[in-house]
């Protein structure tokens, strides 16, 4: 099991920056591909980045790419979303998951990952 916290969400102008961080804690981190998501109020949580086990490979949403960049520190057990030209539609509860089993043609589906933060709050001001 890996337990996951994130921190890092709040208040910031449009075009600003932010870091989101997600501590894990728990066995075999390194081996958990790892996902951030997204859920706007009033709709469904959406799929943003995931990384691999290694952090060598790196997905994106299409609204994101460019712009927010996923890594992790398997020494740290930390994963990271650095997100820059931040926008009005990136408000929403940013949430880190985690799973052993996601596969390239799983990793942007919220019901396959078994673990999951509490989230944090992004708003993003005009």
């Known amino acids: 099991q890996v337990q996951l916290v994130e921190s890092g969400g709040g208040l910031v102008q449009a075009g600003g920056s932010l870091r989101l961080s997600c501590a894990a804690s728990?066995?075999?981190?390194?081996?958990?591909?790892m996902g951030w998501f997204r859920q706007a109020p009033g709709k469904e949580r959406e799929f943003v980045a995931a990384?691999?086990?290694?952090?060598?490979?790196?997905y994106y949403a299409d609204s994101v790419k460019g712009r927010f960049t996923i890594s992790r520190d398997n020494a740290k057990k930390m994963v990271y979303l650095q997100m820059n030209s931040l926008k009005l539609e990136d408000t929403a509860v940013y949430y880190c998951?985690?799973?052993?089993?996601?596969?390239?043609?799983?990793?942007?589906?919220?019901?396959?990952?078994?673990?999951w933060g509490q989230g944090t709050q992004v708003t993003v001001s005009s």
């Open positions: 998951a985690a799973d052993l089993g996601i596969t390239i043609a799983t990793m942007s589906m919220a019901e396959k990952y078994d673990y």
């Open positions: 728990g066995r075999a981190f390194s081996s958990y591909v």
């Open positions: 990384i691999s086990v290694s952090g060598g490979r790196t």
